[in-house]
């Protein structure tokens, strides 16, 4: 387990750093995949901070948030959903994204499964950060 826990927690501070120098006018919904071809090893007895190759690389899907203020979150899942509302007497639709799974009623769906509009739901790897938010606020600068 420490094993595990040390290697996402790397991750995770990479993933920080790297995303908080690309924010700028990025706001909005980013899906992407980082390629783990290196892991420290917590329990290494000669440098546990140095990354060292893995034997087999793999996949790793993330998805980001970016807000207008350029706050980066991520995010363990997504559901796009939309709202509708009224502008000048004109029926409109908003795009929005729904991070509580409690929230999801108050919206409708964008696509039409057996005859009801759902929504597309976006998911990622179960990330060790708080298990009551499915938000991990990104902090730090690139080095």
Same mark, same amino acid.
């Given at each position: 387990?420490?094993?595990?826990?040390?290697?996402?927690?790397?991750?995770?501070?990479? +993933?920080?750093? +790297?995303?908080?120098?690309?924010?700028? !006018?990025?706001?909005?919904?980013?899906?992407?995949?980082?390629?783990?071809?290196?892991?420290?090893?917590?329990?290494?007895?000669?440098? !546990?901070?140095?990354?060292?190759? +893995?034997?087999?690389?793999?996949?790793?899907?993330?998805?980001?948030?970016?807000? !207008?203020?350029?706050?980066?979150?991520?995010?363990? %899942?997504?559901?796009?959903?939309?709202?509708?509302?009224?502008?000048?007497?004109?029926?409109?639709?908003?795009? *929005?994204?729904?991070?509580?799974?409690?929230?999801?009623?108050?919206?409708?769906?964008?696509?039409?499964?057996?005859?009801?509009? *759902?929504?597309?739901?976006?998911?990622?790897?179960?990330? %060790?950060? %708080?298990?009551?938010?499915?938000?991990?606020?990104?902090?730090?600068?690139?080095?």
């Amino acid at each position: 387990m420490r094993y595990k826990m040390k290697f996402l927690m790397t991750f995770l501070i990479f +993933v920080c750093s +790297v995303t908080t120098a690309i924010a700028g !006018a990025y706001d909005g919904l980013w899906i992407g995949q980082i390629d783990i071809t290196k892991v420290s090893e917590a329990v290494s007895k000669t440098d !546990a901070t140095t990354p060292s190759p +893995v034997a087999n690389p793999f996949l790793l899907k993330i998805i980001l948030h970016v807000d !207008a203020s350029n706050q980066i979150r991520l995010l363990r %899942d997504v559901t796009i959903m939309q709202k509708r509302y009224k502008q000048n007497n004109v029926d409109m639709i908003r795009r *929005v994204l729904v991070t509580d799974n409690n929230l999801i009623p108050n919206f409708e769906g964008v696509v039409r499964r057996d005859g009801a509009l *759902v929504g597309i739901r976006l998911g990622s790897l179960a990330f %060790d950060f %708080d298990p009551t938010l499915n938000e991990f606020l990104v902090t730090g600068v690139l080095v």
